[in-house]
């Protein structure tokens, strides 16, 4: 079984490196890819956890996009995680995490709903100290009792419309693209139908996504079938995962909900080695 859209506690999963890979182990999941939203902070130890388990990795990333006004994730898979122009865009995510959250601080205040604006800027204890991000918010405002839930935190509050929402600054995808394919990565387009926007798909395409996420625990069957054909219309390779969390108000309760094909995942890393090799050719010349 294979499972490329997993987090840890280096963004907003609740579970560590090693406990992520203990539950894909649990799960019989030979293949995992932790995609992080927007930091490679857990990498380093999700690979010697797998080593250990002998489980095989991907190295990945989820970044978030920005198209026509709308947030549109981007997950990288094969990339260098220590690449250097990797590394730099990241310090430019965090910086805009930071400004956005505290923007959204200060309309909760507006609106009587205090929390604790040291506690949240402080990050989450995870792998990734200065990593921030709505989450956090949510659960501030869980421990506040201002919600019941996290999940009506962002339905009242931090989602798009929310009486707290704060847009975010961030790359177009075709940009995104671009700085995977810099990292030595290949860019699939994640979970396309809670997008909710195919007439984007084509022209996100042209800019070189490599792969489309048509295997996903949010897309039912047909809406797999859908993206498969779509997938295959654009001459994109597919990939899959479950967006486990580790939270129950979050995704699904276990690594490997969503299996990823074999001969889809084949030919993903067939993807990967191409583009590797043509850049190698290119180098050279």
């Not at 840890?8 to 932790?34: F, H, K, M, N, Y």
């Not at 992080?36 to 990333?61: F, M």
């Not at 956005?100 to 200060?106: F, G, L, N, S």
């Amino acid at each position: 079984m294979i499972d490329l859209h997993l987090h840890t506690t280096a963004s907003d999963g609740r579970s560590s490196p090693e406990d992520l890979v203990q539950a894909a182990v649990r799960a019989r999941l030979d293949t995992i890819s932790v995609t992080d939203h927007d930091t490679v902070a857990g990498l380093d130890r999700v690979a010697a956890a797998c080593a250990t388990a002998e489980v095989e990795w991907v190295p990945g990333i989820e970044i978030t996009a920005i198209y026509e006004d709308v947030d549109v994730h981007v997950l990288g898979y094969f990339l260098d995680h220590h690449s250097a122009v990797l590394t730099e865009f990241l310090d430019a995510q965090v910086t805009d995490r930071r400004r956005r959250v505290r923007e959204m601080i200060d309309k909760l205040d507006a609106l009587g709903l205090h929390v604790d604006a040291d506690e949240v800027l402080g990050g989450h204890g995870g792998l990734d100290a200065r990593w921030i991000g709505r989450p956090l918010l949510a659960r501030a405002l869980l421990r506040a009792r201002h919600v019941r839930t996290t999940r009506e935190a962002f339905d009242l509050y931090l989602a798009e419309n929310g009486a707290a929402w704060v847009p975010r600054r961030a790359p177009s995808p075709q940009d995104v693209v671009t700085l995977i394919h810099e990292a030595g990565g290949i860019a699939s387009l994640a979970h396309p139908g809670l997008m909710g926007h195919d007439e984007w798909i084509p022209p996100i395409a042209a800019s070189g996504l490599d792969a489309l996420e048509a295997y996903y625990s949010e897309h039912s069957p047909e809406m797999t079938t859908h993206y498969r054909i779509l997938a295959e219309r654009l001459g994109l390779a597919m990939s899959g995962g479950s967006d486990y969390h580790g939270d129950p108000a979050h995704g699904p309760a276990r690594p490997g909900s969503v299996s990823l094909p074999a001969a889809a995942y084949e030919a993903l890393k067939q993807r990967s080695e191409a583009a590797r090799e043509a850049r190698r050719l290119t180098k050279s010349l």
